[in-house]
């Protein structure tokens, strides 16, 4: 009974994951929130290094946070409606051909019901149960044969709200040193090391949902820190020395 559970379990958690990436918002997300890690910490990296006071530094970090937040919204509605309306015309397309072609349409399915082990006969008999129904035989087509799963389209505004929430937390985290009254060298090295801890949960975690190495994952996110981190150091630094 418990290990039926840890089964049903497990199934349910691996469902919801595979419903999220296929809806937009996990990808929306992971975006999201390393987008705005990055960006922020290598806005604010280069003004400061350009000799900006904490005013300024800041001004330009929520400017950055407010504009990145509505891009990376509006992209992302934007990517996933049309993910929406393109998987929506191949339905709409379904639906035709099984008017015109229906037999062929059937045979069709019957035989990729065939590549999971399932007798011909089998098949041809679980495909003539399920076509007294055109709704249930053109999403099973769909997610058989052509990979599209009709319920699970993608949401875009759970994708831009996500995307827009997630970025602006993601900002924060750097923008932290200069609000808690920080400045000059002490706010950078606090700003890097506050984004690179943020940096190696999330890269962790994306590691981890992916099946692949945490370690692998936290490293890789904490190396994009970094050199992102002495690019836009060096860039600010050179310009403020040219400025001044």
Partial sequence: MKK?????????????????VQRGGAR???LGVNDGLVSTLCLVIGVAAAGAD??????AGFAGLVAGAISMAAGEWISVQTQVELFEGVLKDIRSELKRNRDELMGNLAHSLTKYGITKKDAQNAVEDVSSDNADLVNLYASQVIGINPDELGSPWRAAIASFALFSGGSLIPLAAW??????MSAIVVAIALTA????????????????????????????????????????????????
């Fill in 4 to 20: 039926n559970k840890s089964q049903k379990k497990v199934s349910t958690v691996l469902a919801e994951r595979a419903i999220q």
């Fill in 28 to 30: 929306a997300a992971i």
């Fill in 54 to 59: 904490t005013g300024v530094v800041l001004t």
């Fill in 179 to 184: 609000l808690i009254g920080l400045h000059g």
């Fill in 197 to 244: 801890l943020a940096g190696l949960f999330v890269g962790g975690y994306t590691a981890q949902s992916s099946g692949k190495s945490i370690v692998y994952g936290s490293l890789r996110q904490l190396l994009i820190i970094i050199f992102s981190s002495i690019v836009t150091y060096g860039i600010g630094t050179v310009i403020g020395g040219n400025l001044g």
